[in-house]
């Protein structure tokens, strides 16, 4: 049963500190997503990649997040510094054109 | 940028019971699904239905992209069944990226 696995599932650090999460793609996905949910704003789109490449990253605060995807089955979110504000749950999730995309199981983030 | 509403925003059921929820977008779209997430938070994949009409066991999808909404159907709802429902689409300028409505909140009682 092909599933995106992320790490870590949750997260606690302190405001300054850098946060580094890990997600793996369903093998064979070509697409690659990176959301944020939020009470307040609910589920929001940070960045995305096809093949690998960066094609939107509109969503993330330009500043302090990155979005990179070193191979096809690792990308990454860094958030450096984090700031309480980026509190949230972190999806990412895979698919392929047509076929609908699939979401892990979140990291889940708390910066005090 | 597409909109995407649903309704009702909360839903509270006795045990067997049917629903319908709804989902209406301003767009057209390339890709609509919906999605359930149960209260530890996982956002599990239910349909993807961006037209025409789906069933898996007691749970059914209907899309009518011409008039731009979709439907999902509960039958005999479980305590299981409790959580969000989000609906959400990919607009057909929208390379790709899911835009969620805000989701329908569903409890379940025994």
């Known amino acids: 049963d092909a599933r995106v696995t992320q790490t870590p599932r949750d997260k606690v650090t302190e405001m300054g500190q850098e946060v580094t999460m890990r997600c793996q793609p369903i093998l064979g996905h070509n697409t690659v997503f990176w959301y944020r949910q939020t009470m307040m704003q609910g589920l929001e789109l940070l960045a995305y990649f096809r093949n690998r490449a960066p094609l939107d990253d509109s969503g993330m605060p330009k500043d302090r997040f990155s979005a990179e995807m070193p191979d096809a089955t690792l990308a990454t979110l860094k958030i450096q510094p984090s700031e309480p504000r980026d509190s949230a749950v972190y999806f990412c999730?895979?698919?392929?054109?047509?076929?609908?995309?699939?979401f892990g199981p979140g990291t889940r983030l708390l910066v005090l | 940028g597409i909109q995407v509403e649903q309704s009702p925003p909360d839903l509270i059921l006795q045990e067997g019971a049917n629903s319908t929820l709804r989902c209406n977008f301003s767009?057209?779209?390339?890709?609509l699904q919906w999605f359930h997430q149960n209260p530890w938070g996982q956002l599990i994949n239910l349909f993807y239905?961006?037209?025409g009409t789906k069933q898996n066991g007691r749970l059914s999808a209907t899309t009518v992209a011409t008039e731009r909404y979709s439907l999902l159907y509960i039958s005999s709802s479980q305590t299981t069944d409790s959580g969000v429902y989000f609906c959400?689409?990919?607009?057909?300028?929208?390379?790709?990226?899911?835009?969620f409505g805000q989701g329908t909140i569903l409890t379940v009682h025994p």
């Open positions: 999730a895979s698919g392929l054109r047509d076929e609908g995309q699939y």
């Open positions: 959400a689409v990919v607009g057909s300028t929208s390379y790709g990226k899911l835009t």
């Open positions: 767009d057209s779209v390339n890709n």
């Open positions: 239905i961006p037209s």
